[in-house]
């Protein structure tokens, strides 16, 4: 199975700070990597797809870059709205695995 | 609008069955593959299952598989989880997604609640 590996596990931050969440394959992957973002009591909503690739209506200060096996989910500017729990997900082959989550809280 | 609205979930005593149903609307139900998520209390995610979009080919995660069967009925755009031998740590949020192209899920359904427990 692909272990994905995902830091920091919890996050402080202040709003208008610029926050990088990383995550980081046991294997080559290629692109198939996907970031979600969930709420508290709420179902998970996929930011970026594809490593890089932005979903529809999701705001621009939301970015994802890749490194071999290496993967970069970047706020530029943090809103109120951003704090939440995001996931990396692998779906390059079967399991298709999650992060273990990284808990972005108000500092 | 997509929408995934999934039903069925409750309190079910371990060994015991239950089926989880996910109604489909808002796009073309038949031509997108098909997954099942769970999340246990204060846990994070877990890929169940998945089903092609014509239902021919189907994956399931090793703990689950055996027991679980996901399955699809293009005729009413509704997507299944059949769970038998229910355990104590299927205890979880049950979603239902929408597969996009490279197997990222863009559309999630509220989830439904299962509970194993005597």
């Known amino acids: 199975d692909i272990q994905m590996t995902q830091s920091p596990s919890s996050l402080s931050a202040s709003v208008g700070d610029r926050v990088t969440i990383t995550c980081r394959a046991s294997?080559?992957?290629?692109?198939?990597l996907n970031w979600y973002q969930q709420k508290p009591g709420k179902a998970p909503q996929l930011l970026i797809y594809?490593?890089?690739n932005l979903h529809s209506g999701v705001p621009a200060r939301f970015s994802g870059s890749e490194s071999g096996t290496d993967f970069t989910l970047t706020i530029s500017s943090l809103q109120p709205e951003d704090f939440a729990t995001y996931y990396c997900?692998?779906?390059?082959?079967?399991?298709?695995?999650f992060g273990q989550g990284t808990k972005l809280e108000i500092k | 609008q997509v929408q995934l609205v999934e039903s069925g979930g409750g309190v079910v005593q371990p060994g015991r069955s239950l089926r989880l149903s996910c109604a489909a609307s808002?796009?073309?139900?038949?031509?997108?593959?098909m997954y099942w998520v769970r999340q246990a209390p204060g846990k994070g995610l877990e890929w169940v299952a998945v089903?092609?979009?014509?239902?021919?080919?189907?994956y399931h995660a090793a703990s689950v598989r055996g027991r679980f069967t996901i399955s699809r009925d293009n005729s009413k755009n509704t997507l299944y989880l059949q769970m038998n031998s229910l355990r104590a740590d299927d205890t979880a949020l049950y979603y239902c997604?929408?597969?996009?192209?490279?197997?990222?899920?863009?559309?999630w359904g509220q989830g439904t609640l299962v509970t194993v427990s005597s």
């Open positions: 997604a929408r597969g996009g192209s490279s197997g990222y899920y863009d559309f």
């Open positions: 808002g796009f073309t139900f038949s031509s997108y593959a």
């Open positions: 294997q080559i992957i290629s692109s198939y």
């Open positions: 089903v092609s979009n014509d239902g021919s080919n189907k």
């Open positions: 997900h692998q779906s390059y082959s079967t399991p298709y695995t």
């Open positions: 594809g490593a890089s």
